[in-house]
Every structure is written in C-alpha cells, then in structure tokens.
C-alpha cells in the first residue's frame, strides 16, 4: 500500500535538505548551491514521496538499524545463553527495521533535526526491545547525521548500524578514478550479500574507475573518509566515525552508486561467541556512528571536508 510521507526542510549557507520522518526517517535530498543559486545534487533526490515502505525508492538515504545489509541464512541468533528466531522473510531480512518505521520528531527546525524510534513490541521481526535516535544537522560545512541505538532487552543482542545513501552519476567523468577512499582489505560477498571468509579477503590498493565496477563489495578497516567525483567541478566529500567497514553498490542498471559506511560486514551479525565481541549490545549500552557529507570544489579543495 502506497503511503505518503510529509517532509522537514533545512537550509545553512548553500546547503539544502529534506527529511521525511515517517518514511523510515530518510533524508529525501541534499543539495548544494553554486554562485548561480542552482541546485546540485549530493543525493538522488526523492522526487515522490508515495511509496511501500517495503519496496523504497532508489533515492536519498536512510538508517540501517538495528543491523545492516543482510541477516544470515538461518535466520536465527544461537550465541551463549540465548537463542532468538528472527522473522526470515524477505521483507525482514535487509536493512533492518527502523527504514520501514515512522520515527518521533523531538525537535526540528532548519538547521537541527531530532528524530527518535522505539521498538517495545517484541516480535519475530526482532524479539529485542530496542531505542534508536537520529540527529541531522545542516551547516556551512554540510551535513553531519549521529545515529545511536540503546538495547533495552534484559539480556545481550546482535546489533549493527549502517547508512545507506544513493548518489547520483550521471555526469561522471569517464576518464577518472571516481571514488577514492583507503582501507585495509577488500571483502567479496555472496549472491546473499554475505562476506567472504576471512582467508578469501584481499588487500586493498584502491577502488577500480567507477565505468569499470558494477558490482557489491564490501572493505575492512575503512579510514573513515571517501571521494566521490559527480563532475568535472565538484566531488562530493563522505566521512564520518564509528564505521570500521564501508560497503560499496553499483547496480547495473540505474545510475547511482551507494557508499555504505557499516559498523559490522554484511552477513556476519550474531556471528561473534564472545559476549563483548563485535556485533553484540549488552542490555543498557549504546552503539553510536556518525557520517557527514559535504561538497567540494577543485578551487577550495579540500577546504570544507568535514571530519
């Protein structure tokens, strides 16, 4: 069933956006303006906002929480005392939850947004009590979004946070190295979307020119801050803290590419035996991650790269 959600709207110095809090509290657009007030686009931008929350627009970008990309097979958390059955059906098993849910607005205004989740109902979608919040702000330098998620179970869950944006290429430059970034490894995944073994990663150099990748991949170790060229006149700087793993998509069909900063690998959530081990949320303790986008021109480059 189609819904329709209502947008907040931000502006600082030349920067643009919109968040639509009901739809899975997704940012619809980012926008930077140049000397002649025109719009560039640092995300797809979500030109209808009717849509099943189940079959979401290629467009904007959204939390993944309480885990990212992809569930493993079984669908089900063995790890110390507790085993818990997650729901294993397709709808439920990419993303997380929190992208398919209306969130709380606490505050809002055009520099500042405070959004909140709250997942009580236990279910088989997620049989673990859990709180999220999201916190956009929007300056002269760009955009910078906090996610935080609290488990509030009385025992341990598997827990990971991601950020999925979608941005735009349809004016690369065809003889360039477009997406530029460091990591220390380079980790395939499966036609699930789950990461390799460990003895089947590679180190990484650097990212192949993006007319050259279709492709879904997954990097270890990433340092925290990547470049996009959109065109000639500008490159779209990505950063952020609290990511160990950057997962990279470019489908090949549609003509965006998505840098997915992710606190887990796919594929490997629930996975760790140790009970302070990755991906695993003691009752009461906070995950926390941050990423921020900003614009860069080759006159001032690197002046407003955001850290």
Not at 236 to 256: A, Q, T
Request: glycine content about 8%; charged content about 15%.
């Amino acid at each position: 069933m189609l819904q329709t959600y209502p947008e907040l709207f931000m502006r600082s110095g030349r920067y643009e956006a919109r968040i639509a809090p009901n739809a899975g509290g997704r940012v619809t657009r980012l926008s930077w303006l140049d000397d002649g007030d025109n719009p560039v686009q640092l995300l797809v931008p979500l030109s209808d906002t009717s849509f099943d929350s189940h079959q979401w627009p290629k467009a904007g970008a959204f939390p993944m929480i309480p885990f990212a990309n992809q569930l493993p097979d079984a669908g089900i958390f063995t790890k110390l005392e507790w085993s818990e059955i997650v729901s294993s059906s397709a709808s439920g098993r990419q993303h997380g939850l929190a992208h398919r849910r209306a969130w709380a607005v606490k505050s809002a205004n055009q520099s500042h947004v405070h959004l909140s989740l709250t997942h009580d109902l236990v279910s088989v979608d997620w049989p673990w009590r859990f709180s999220a919040e999201m916190e956009v702000g929007l300056n002269d330098h760009g955009m910078t979004v906090e996610l935080r998620l609290t488990n509030h179970a009385a025992q341990a869950m598997p827990a990971a946070m991601g950020w999925h944006p979608y941005h735009p290429l349809e004016s690369l430059p065809a003889d360039a190295s477009e997406l530029v970034f460091e990591a220390n490894q380079t980790v395939p995944l499966d036609n699930a979307g789950r990461s390799f073994p460990r003895h089947e990663w590679a180190p990484f150099s650097s990212f192949p020119p993006l007319k050259t990748f279709l492709a879904t991949t997954a990097f270890s170790d990433w340092k925290h801050a990547a470049s996009l060229k959109t065109n000639l006149n500008l490159d779209i700087k990505i950063g952020g803290r609290g990511w160990d793993n950057l997962v990279v998509h470019r489908p090949v069909s549609g003509e965006y590419i998505c840098v997915e900063p992710v606190t887990l690998l796919p594929g490997t959530i629930g996975q760790n035996l140790e009970p302070n081990g990755l991906g695993i949320l003691l009752p009461g303790k906070t995950l926390t991650a941050v990423w921020t986008c900003a614009a860069c021109t080759p006159i001032a480059h690197g002046s407003n790269l955001m850290s």
